[in-house]
Each structure stands twice: as structure tokens, then as C-alpha cells.
């Protein structure tokens, strides 16, 4: 009953083949044999998701459900504000934080009937490609439990790709999601800086943070961000821009598309087996009546560097908060409340995110915000006018999302070589694009590839568009990894 | 360079208290990272203006209207240390 669509789950309710609760007690079922392998969950909400089930099972009971999600069981980021219900952020300085609120994706999601089963692991804030800097324990590859998941998403990918929930919510601050999605070999989509309020997504970046979905298929990543898309008064930066049909947009219409392909985005650093899947994914979609032609997006190459003043910058910012003081750990016998917030922070924060805000505040300090932070600022302008002159000519941009496929466990503990990792996802957070990762293929030992597609501003649409064309034409969505 | 004395400053400024070992360790690791940041010099950002948000957004503006915010007791639920409605923390004036 677990690994259904989100969508073959909504018309296998509507048929009464089965039930909302049938289906959410096999999710939990399962979570509680195969999760101790692959550590997806930091929070399972067994209760409150069955109580949801029974809801939306009267809803169809009564012909009146509330709409494609209705009844469908999906997980949540620990990133995401859930009422009543621990929100760590993969953090000991939050292992106890319990918010009063729901974040705006998340009463949305409720309102639309979604069960939610729990909370999914995740590196400290947001902040790593790997899901082992969370606080609390490691979350595995389910396609290599030896591998990562990628991250920060790692147990949100791995609960899509190991049917521990049928859809998920991420977020992606630098490839948060489109990584992870790589990696686990599900669709990961981050939309447009604006198209979905950050309301209760506990703050990195602000300027580069953006919830979206991890799902099964184009499809699925349609419904779900069809329910979190759209302006809130609540988040200043979400763009009151008329949000379009997403799944009437899968209509397979592709022929005449322009498509660029970033030279840069091949160049030494890619893995030559995933060079070889994008270059052939892309003579798939040419086939489909796709037409491409070869671009250059010059500052690429810098973009990372960027990132890594800036996001630290806006990190170190954010982080003030906690201080000991409002919510969250205190470490006591403090002389005095500088004394306070220091030890707490010491104890509080792991080494990733301690190594982020000394950074980020090294980068803003007298005498350094203008070399640093400033011209950081000024190379964005850069990356963000190679965006536009490429969209003047092509509808969308497609690449490898990673330059490598899923690495071991503890292979990267050198910082500067996990940061290069998200070369190719930086530059969509850092222009405020969409971007979509879509399986496409698998290397010889077995792990899934990404294609990355990059839209133009708020035109998600054309991105699931081309992305749902490509997976039906194609092989690679059946595979499943091998869970016992 | 980044100096030992920089990353005791940094560290005071973020209020971190980082042992002698973390200390060590930070020096080297900002020094590798601000080494490869250097890159950025390699362009030409004379007369570019800066991007500080993606979106062109400008005052977003609302009614000042007074609407419902969360209770007293709500927001006082995560705090690690209170007396009654207020939050506690350690004295920071001398008597």
C-alpha cells in the first residue's frame, strides 16, 4: 500500500479501493521496520497522523474530499514550524522547542487534507550536503546505506525514495533540496525566491531560503507545490504573483522549447558518468522536440565563493536569536549574560554551524564588510545578469544538479571539498530562479543521476512541464532502491 | 591571514566560547576557506551595483491594523528560565 503516487493515491481513494487510514497505519508501519536502517525521521507523529487519516477517510466517505491531497501521508523537514510538535532544526540547541505556531506550508498542507507523519532529519540549520551534521544521528542512502543522503533535505529525499511517505516538504538554501533529490534519485523542486511563504521556516538565509517539494514524480511535485505556492501576508518576500495550475501545465507540450546547455556546468569537477547521463537525458528531450543550444554562464565558477560570504553572513544574523534567553537550551551558572549566551551557543551549536556564524560574522566585522560581504553582493549581481542574458534567448537551462553522485560517510570532512559539492545548485539560490531535479539514470555501481532544470522567474510550470515529458519518455523512474 | 587574535575577536563578537583546541581548529579551517574566497578578487565588480535580494521588492507596505497575536502564555511556554510573565536571565546590573 506504501509507494504509490500521490496522485494514483488520490484516484485509489476516489475508486474506494482503499483508505486514508489504511494507507497512513502502512506508512507507519513501515517507518517503524526500515527506519532504524536508513534514519529518515526525527519525529514521528503517529497519533495526530491517524486522527488526520480518520478525518480525511470521512471526507471521502462523503464524496467531498478536500482535494489531491487529501488523505495522502507526507513528511515534513524539521526545519518547518509544526504547532505542538518538537521542531529541533537537527539542532541541541532546539531539541525541545516545541512552537506554538504552524508555518504557512504547513496549516496549508492541512487544509488541503495532507497527513503529516512526521518530522525528517536534517544537517543542523540547514547548513551541510550530507545530513551528517545533524545533531541526533546520520540518515542513510537507501540506494547504499554506506552513502549519504545528501542534504540538508537527507531525510526528507530518503523518506520519498524509501516509501517511508508518499511526499515531502524541503527546503534550499543552496541545492538543500535539488541535492538530496539528486542523490536519492526522487524530483526535487525549489521554486522562485518568493513563490512560497517562508513563514515559520526557521531562518539561514533569508534572502536564498525557499521551501518546496521533494515527491515521487513531476507529477506529484506539482500537487504538492500547487498547495504551498502563493502570497502570505505573513512573509513580506512572498510575491503576490498569480499562482498557475501546475498539473494542467503537465500537458506535454515541449515541441519548439529553447533549452540552453552551460558549458560551464560540464566542466572539469563533473563526474564523466554523470556528464555522459545529462548529455544523453538532454538528447532524449531534443528528440521530443526540444531545441537546444550551447550557453555560457561566465560567472559560475564564483558563485560558490559568494554563497559562502553571504549565506554565513545572513546565518551569523539569524542565529543571534538564540541566545539562551526566549526559548531553547540555556546552559546555567552563567555569571553573567554574555557569559550565558556564549556557553549556551557553545553547547548548543555543533562544528558546521559554529564554523558558519564565525565566519559569517568575520565577514560583516569592521573593516571587512566591504571587502568581503559587499563584493560578495556584487558577484551575485554578476551571476544574476548571466541568468538574464541567457533567458533573453532560451526558455530554460539544463544540467548535471550535482557534480558527483552520493559519497560515503565521513568522505568529505574537509569542509572547503563538502561546500564544492553544491557548485551547480548555488547560482539558482543566489539569482532567486526555480530549479527542478529529475532522475536520470544511474551510474554503474548503482546510484542515481540528477538533471537539473532552471526556469525563468515564477515559471515553475515550464520546469515540470519539460521534467514530466522527459520521465515518461524514459526508463529510470521505475527503478526502487532494495529495503528489507 | 586570519590571526589567532582575529578568531578570539570573532569569536567574542559571536559569542561563542570556543576551547583552545576549537580555536586552533577555526584558524586553519577560515584561513582554507577565505584562501579559496579569494577568487572573487579575480573579477571586475568597478560600477556593479550590489544584489542584497533576488526579487526587485520595495516597501511592502500593509494597513496598521491591530489583528490577534499569539498569548502571553504561549509565548513565555519555551522559555528556559521565567518569573511569571517575564523571561529571567542572569543579573547583568550590579546592586
Redesign the interface.
Known sequence: MTGKTIHALGEAYRRGDTTPTAVTEAYLARIEQLDGQVGAYLTVTREPALRAAAAAEARHRARAPLGPLDGVPIALKDVLCTKGVRTTCGSKILE???P??DATVVARLAAAGAVVLGKTNMDEFAMGSSTEHSAFKPTRNPWDLARVPGGSSGGSAVAVAADLAAGALGSDTGGSIRQPAAFCGTVGLKP???RVSRYGLVAFAS??DQIGPLAQDVRDAALLLQAIAGHD?RD??S?AAPVPDYAAALDGTVRGLRAGIPREYFAEGVDPEIARAVRAAIETLRGLGVTTEEISLP?T??AL??Y??IAPAEA?SNL?RY????????VPG??????????T??AG?GAEV??R???G??AL?AGYHEA?Y?????????V?RDFERAFARVDLILAPTTPNVAFKHGEKE???AM?LNDALTIPVN????PGLSVRCGFTAAGLPIGLQLIGK?FDEATLLRVADVYERATPWRARKPALS | M?SRQ??E??????????SDA?LER?RE??N???G??D?????D?AN????????P?VN?M?EDEVVPC?PQD??L?????RVGEL?R????IED
Open positions: 525541545r522547542f516545541v506554538p505556531y522562485t525566491y518568493g534572502s536564498l501576508p513580506a518576500t510575491v560567472t565558477g564564483y565563493a559568494a559562502y560570504l551569523s543571534a541566545d539562551g534567553v526566549k526559548y531553547g537550551l540555556r552563567a555569571k553573567d549574560l554574555i557569559e550565558m549566551s556564549s556557553r551557543r557553545a551549536f559554529k564554523r556564524v564565525m565566519l560574522t568575520y566585522s568581503y559587499g563584493r560578495a553582493q556584487k558577484v551575485r549581481t554578476l544574476r574537509d569542509p572547503l561546500y543566489l539569482a532567486g530562479l522567474p | 586570519i582575529d578568531v575577536h570573532v569569536a567574542r563578537l559571536a559569542r561563542l566560547e570556543l576549537e577555526m579551517q577560515l582554507a576557506i577565505l579559496y574566497i577568487k572573487l578578487r579575480e573579477l565588480i556593479v551595483e550590489p544584489t542584497s535580494h533576488a526579487v521588492l511592502v500593509r499569539l504561549q509565548m511556554a519555551n522559555a528556559p528560565d523571561f536571565v542572569p543579573r547583568i
